[in-house]
Every structure is written in C-alpha cells, then in structure tokens.
C-alpha cells in the first residue's frame, strides 16, 4: 500500500520506510515557531529543562507579531523576553518590529520553510506552509519548548482526506479563500479533525500560491491536524530565488489510502461569507442578503499577501470608503507593503479612505488595530468569527475574500464587488 505525502514526510523525519494512521512516532523538525505570545511561556518552559542551549540556532524561529508594535506595558514585557532570549542564543531567524510581518507570511516569503519539511509553531495557522509541500502544524508552548530543546516532537500520524477541487477556470471574484470557506461549510469545523487536509485537482494546480497558502491556512478551522498540498511548477517557482538550503518534493502515490475523498466542481462555488460564530456558517454572496458593517478588514495571515492587495485595490479604484464604515489594511510583511507602494496601493487605499497598518496580527485575535465594541459588526478577510474574536463579546464577525470585504467597505453593507464594477 502507497503513503500520502503527509505519511511520505512524516516517515522520512522518523527514520521510516513506511507509517500507518494512528501510529505514534518521534520525528525530527526542520523549523520550531514561536510568538510574542506563545514564545515566552515556551522559554520559560525551556529554561526548566535546564539544556544550555537550542538544539539549532538556524531553525528556531522567533518573531513578534500579535501584539506589536507593543500595545501595552505586558506586550512589550512579552516581546523583550522574547527578544533577550534570542540574544542569549544567538538566533538567526528573530525577526524584529520594523524588519519583520506576519509570521505565516514572512516565513514562506523568506525561503525559512521549503517543501518536505516538517515544522511546528506554538500558533494554530502554523498549517500555511503545507501549500509549500510541507507537513507544518501548530502545537502547544509546552511541545515547542521541547521541540526548542531536542530537535524533535512526537505525532500522531494523521488519517488524510482528499479534496479534489474539479475545473481550471474560477468563477469571477473566486479566490483560494472561497474554495476553503466553502469546503469548510460542507464538512464543518470538526470536519477532518486531527485529519490531513490534501488539497488537489485541476482548480489547486492553477491556483495561484498566495491562493494556496489561504487555502491551507485554514485547515484547522475546519479541525485539521494539517493542510497540504503537494509541490508542483508554481511552488518550484515560488522558492527557486528563496530557498537557501536543501529541500524534498514528496507526492502522494496513487494507491495511497484516503479516509475518504471529497470532489467539488469550482463552477459551482461563487464568492462566500461566512456568518457568525463559525467559518463553517457559510453562504454564497447571492444569498447574504442586507447586512450593514461597521468595519472591514483586509489583512492577516491569510489574506495579506501582494496578490490579496491588488484584488482589494481593482475594486476600491475610484471608490470612496461609506462614511460609516472604518476600512483597515494590514500588509503581510514588510516586503509586501513596499510592494504594494510601489504599485501605488497603498497611496489607493488611504485615498479611499482607509487605514493602512505596519504589519501586525492586530484586531484578528481582539488584539489591538481595530476592536469591535458592542453590537458592531465587520466584514474581515481573517480566518475565524468566534464570539468574541474581534472585541466584544456582543460583536460579529463575517468571513470573506479580500474583494468582498473591499467592496462592501465601499458600500456599507456586506456586499459582492459586481454590485460597485
């Protein structure tokens, strides 16, 4: 019997020829992960085990992201013991405010995860890099810190399901992010709990990796231990000028065995909201009928790539923001805000009336930039609506693509961008 490339990657980290669903196994990792507010209790969980030093100066990564640029006196306690930390062990890859972005972002963008790696990151949306080809997963800061420590970490192997994605051409205004909101409405959020979300299919090798890397950025929202797909022209493309070491291409075989497989015809999925408090409480843009917003919001792990920009700036162009909606924009790194200044988005944006922020997790995990007070509600390219998510508890969130949330910026209302062509 064949391996998925899930099982291919997770084998060849622990020494194997051939793993099974269920088995438990230690692996070697290739990258350890952490946050302003993951990492310090990693480190404090590190210091207890009393090694003098990280098993690989080169493969812990540290960056702050949350709540920087610190939003108050505990976030910058937070971000300096995570910064003292990797001063002491002299850390290649920490990423400082000012040189840093969004770490699910800024990781890819760097060439610091490549395909056939396998990494853990004490954040849940660690999943992004499977659109690489990678095996990546989130774990808890204790796993981190041991990871920190040895270099290892015990899983699991996880069942796989297999998403085909049937068709070449997106519906108008589709993007990656319809395609996963709107498996995530036909599975539900505990729809491939600790499962390996393979995604493939003519739609996924057309798609863009900005497309990709929204898709498996949220295969835990729908419970997924990861997301995958597997390495092809477009990501060899993608980190050729990146990548600074060597890497593995793994594809699943063609006898690999499928907990089940899921087929969807793209020409059947048009652009999708996902109303409060769940991204599985999903519904066309044609059925979302009149909801007014208070905000909007492009940006995010998720949706904060160069290409999500553009797609908000064609709808935005020669369009003011409603005069009672706020419109953030939170760039992904860095490199992409430069980009986009370049391009003359960002000048597009403000002139529309929106707000543009250094790169920061800000207001999608309630964090800062952008909190929600009572009864208020927002349009957001983010990837989770829970109660409370975004500020107050009596606020809404509703999950969209970036054109969406531009276009009903413009227009006051949840609404698709052919309602302001």
Known sequence: MGMTITEKILAAHAGREHVEPGELINCKVDIVLGNDITAPVAIREFEKIGVPDVFDKEKVVLIPDHFTPNKDIKSAEQAKLMRDFAKKHGLTNYFEVGRMGIEHCLLPEQGIVLPGDVVIGADSHTCTYGALGAFSTGVGSTDMAAGMASGEVWFKVPESIKFVF???QLNEWVSGKDLILYAIGD???????????????????????DGRFTMANMAIEAGGKNGIIAPDEVTMEYIKSRAKRPYKLYTSDDDAKYERVIEYDVA??????????????TKPISEVGTVEIDQSIIGSCTNGRIEDLRIAAKVLQ?????????????????????????????ELFIDAGGAVSTPTCGPCLGGHMGILAKGERSISTTNRNFVGRMGHPESEIYLSNPAVAAASAILGRIAGPKEVE
Request: hydrophobic share 40%; no cysteine; net charge negative.
């Open 268 to 281: 059947d999925i048009e652009p999708q909201v996902a109303f409060p408090h769940l991204p599985e409480n």
């Open 166 to 168: 049937n068709g070449e």
């Open 187 to 209: 599975i539900g959020v505990d729809g491939a709990l600790y499962e390996a979300m393979e995604f493939t299919g003519p739609a996924i090798r057309s798609l863009s990796m």
């Open 318 to 346: 020669g369009h003011k923001v409603h005069p009672d909606v706020r419109l953030v924009i939170f760039p992904g790194t860095q490199e992409i805000y430069k980009q986009a200044m370049k391009e003359g988005l960002i």
